[in-house]
């Protein structure tokens, strides 16, 4: 199964990943986790996606979609998580490999920020937070409608318990009855 996962900053993409992939061993691919890792490392490239990371700005496509080509290889079984982000990355995934689900969590905009202050990561500051909102929904929203017109969108209520999310997300994905 190759699945995708979609929301809003904070809507529990990274939290939910992780509970399906370890309860049904399929392999995550958590892009946050890849950039965050090159950026604690102080590699060339994390120096490089530093700067957008911090502001709440994304990371050019290009960069982006060499990382992902070098990550799916060879897999026939997937979770992607914050990737794809944006119309171009996700033509540029069709030409990799093909999609069978997207998930997208929904959940309310005042509920994320609740979420993501609370949390405290590196880029949960108020403003960085608001412009993340804001790009998400110039750049990733749009997904929602593409995903959607090509049938393989299964919408799933995000706010609720971490385990009342994780049944609706099993459900949907027809992982349990
Ligand atoms: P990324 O790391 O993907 O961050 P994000 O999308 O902003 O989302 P988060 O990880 O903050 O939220 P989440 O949905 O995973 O929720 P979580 O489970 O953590 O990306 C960071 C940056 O990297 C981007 O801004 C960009 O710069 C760059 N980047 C990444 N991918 C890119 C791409 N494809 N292209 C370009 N740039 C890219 O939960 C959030 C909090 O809520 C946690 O504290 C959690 O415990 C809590 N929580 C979870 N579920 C619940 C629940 N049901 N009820 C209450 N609290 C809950
Ligand atoms: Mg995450």
């Known amino acids: 199964m190759k699945v995708v996962f979609l929301g809003p900053p904070g809507a529990g993409k990274g ?24 950026v604690n490392r102080g590699t060339e490239l994390g120096k490089i996606v530093r700067q957008y990371m911090e502001k709440g700005e994304l990371v050019p496509d290009e960069i982006i979609l060499q990382i992902i080509e070098k ?6 079984s997937f979770i992607l998580d914050g990737f794809p982000r944006t119309l171009n990355q996700a033509k540029g995934l069709e030409k990799i ?6 998930v997208y969590i929904d959940v309310p905009d005042e509920e994320v920020k ?13 403003e960085v937070i608001e412009n993340r909102l804001r790009v998400y929904k110039e750049q990733t929203q749009p997904l ?8 393989i969108l299964v919408r799933v209520d995000g706010v609720g318990s971490v385990e009342e999310v994780t049944g609706r997300i099993e459900r949907a ?3 349990k009855g």
Do not use: C, F, W
């Not at 370890?22 to 950039?35: A, E």
């Open 15 to 38: 939290t939910q990943v992780e509970i399906i992939s370890s309860r049904y061993n399929i392999p995550k691919i958590v892009m946050g986790d890849i950039l965050r890792s090159e």
């Open 71 to 76: 990550h799916i290889k060879g897999l026939d």
């Open 97 to 102: 490999t093909k999609i069978d689900r997207v």
């Open 114 to 126: 609740r979420r993501l202050l609370a949390r405290g990561r590196m880029d949960d500051k108020p």
């Open 144 to 151: 929602i409608d593409y995903y959607e017109s090509k049938g």
């Open 173 to 175: 994905l027809g992982l």
